[in-house]
């Protein structure tokens, strides 16, 4: 009520008070309950900043081995769920399919879709943390027409899903320990992101009442699209683009910066930071590990540090505040861990998806709590009389 501003993509305005994620645009500081980004990268697994995020605490010995315990409990999926992934073409893109199975996971759970009861809250919180990995792995094997392993229960979240994702029924397949380590500390990186495009997605679905897996349904949704979670498989189609055209990165940039067609440089620019993106920092120290690790020799990556050795000392970047984002270096390394380009962004997802719940568990739990409903600006045409198709 009163004066309505006028704010598109909401650059100015605060929808809602959180307690979950600092970020801090001009320092480049990100700190989820108040732990620095660094910090957990370097000492903390992918389930235990999910506690984290989701109940506020680092959690003890014992609690962490009682959410471990419960998540590799639910990993399996419903005969039926699993006969779901038939009816998408072999060639559909994993994005759609993991929304698509999330949302139809509260026909499977319709017991437990109340927001208001904490029980019913939590075990579609483990159910979620569980399946996401077993969907996404199924996903990939459907587009791959490989078949489906069972989730493994004496391994990890994590090397669970490499094996789902690569292994095959007949042949044992060993995790390589370093790989499931580097797509941990990756998942660490993508796990909150305070109001995201996807996270105010799944906060705005849920403010209606929503069930949870609706509203993580819709922020899958949301993070496909190129200038958000998409931006991953986006960036290694350009350096892909811009090798197969002989690798010529200045008539590149020249076109980004003319903004011909559109032409964005895939990975740079931030709504939040303008100075560096904590995270790129370190996922650039670990794509050189993890590529030096496995043998790789990628043309793409003299591309990518041409490309932003390039766009740092332009003025045009530099004017715009255009630094190296998360997405920037996250693709070359999934591709050197053997993913095809379209799987990088559901790998997103799989981070992002604690960030989800725990924001949208805020959400409900705050008294401060509407419904989201956004006012407008109406600039359409006065009252005018309604004309007989005859006449117009
Ligand atoms: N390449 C070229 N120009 C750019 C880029 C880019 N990547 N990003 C922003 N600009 C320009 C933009 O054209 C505008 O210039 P001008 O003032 O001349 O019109 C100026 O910089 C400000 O851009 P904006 O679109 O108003 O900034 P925003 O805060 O609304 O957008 C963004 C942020 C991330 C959507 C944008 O920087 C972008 O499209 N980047 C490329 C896609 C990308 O990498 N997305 C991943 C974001 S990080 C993680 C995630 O969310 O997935």
């Given amino acids: 009520t009163g004066m309505v501003t006028l704010d598109p993509g909401f650059v100015n305005t605060a929808s809602c008070a959180s307690e979950i994620t600092y970020i801090d645009g001009d320092a480049g500081i990100l700190r989820y309950r108040g732990y620095p980004i660094e910090q957990l990268a370097a000492r ?58 999330v949302s139809a996971l509260s026909t499977f759970y319709q017991d437990s879709l109340n927001p208001f009861d904490d029980e019913q809250v939590d ?22 027409g490989q078949p489906f392993l069972y989730p493994d229960n004496s391994l990890g979240l994590v090397e669970n899903f490499l094996r789902m994702t690569f292994g095959l029924p007949a042949e044992p397949y060993e995790v390589d320990p370093a790989l499931a380590r580097a ?3 990756l998942l660490i990186l993508h796990a909150d992101h305070e109001q995201n495009c996807s996270t105010a997605t799944v906060r ?13 349904s819709a922020g899958i949704n949301a993070l496909f699209g190129p200038l958000h979670g998409g931006a991953n498989q986006a960036v290694l189609e350009m350096l892909n683009k811009i090798h197969a055209d002989g690798g010529d990165v200045d008539s590149f940039v020249k076109k980004v910066k003319n903004k011909e067609d ?42 990518a540090l041409k490309l932003e050795e390039y766009a740092l000392s332009d003025d045009y970047f530099v004017e715009r505040k255009l630094y190296p984002n998360v997405d920037f270096y996250t693709g070359l390394i999934y591709k050197a861990m053997g993913f095809p380009t379209r799987m990088f962004t559901v790998l997103f997802a799989l981070g992002r998806l604690p960030g989800w719940i725990a924001q949208w568990q805020e959400m409900i739990k ?5 419904i989201g ?3 407008q600006v109406y600039i359409g045409a006065a009252e005018r009389d309604y004309a007989p198709i005859t006449a117009r």
């Fill in 44 to 101: 903390s697994s992918f389930v235990e900043v999910s506690y984290l995020l989701i109940y506020g605490e680092l959690p003890t010995q014992a609690q962490l081995d009682e959410f471990t315990g419960k998540i590799s409990r639910h990993t399996l999926l419903h005969e039926d769920l699993k006969r779901f992934f038939d009816g998408f073409p072999r060639d559909a893109h994993p994005m759609p399919v993991l929304s698509s199975a």
């Fill in 123 to 144: 075990i579609t919180t483990i159910r979620l943390l569980a399946k996401l990995p077993t969907i996404a792995a199924y996903a990939y094997k459907k587009s791959v």
């Fill in 183 to 185: 797509l941990d500390l």
């Fill in 204 to 216: 705005l679905v849920g403010s209606s009442e929503a069930n949870l897996f609706a509203s993580v």
């Fill in 262 to 303: 559109g032409v964005r440089l895939m990975g740079f620019g931030h709504r939040v930071y303008k100075n560096y993106d904590p995270r790129a920092a370190i996922i650039k120290k670990t794509a050189d590990d993890v590529l030096g690790k496995l043998g790789v020799q990628d043309p793409l990556l003299d591309i």
């Fill in 366 to 370: 705050d008294p401060a709590r509407k």
């Fill in 373 to 375: 409903r956004p006012r």
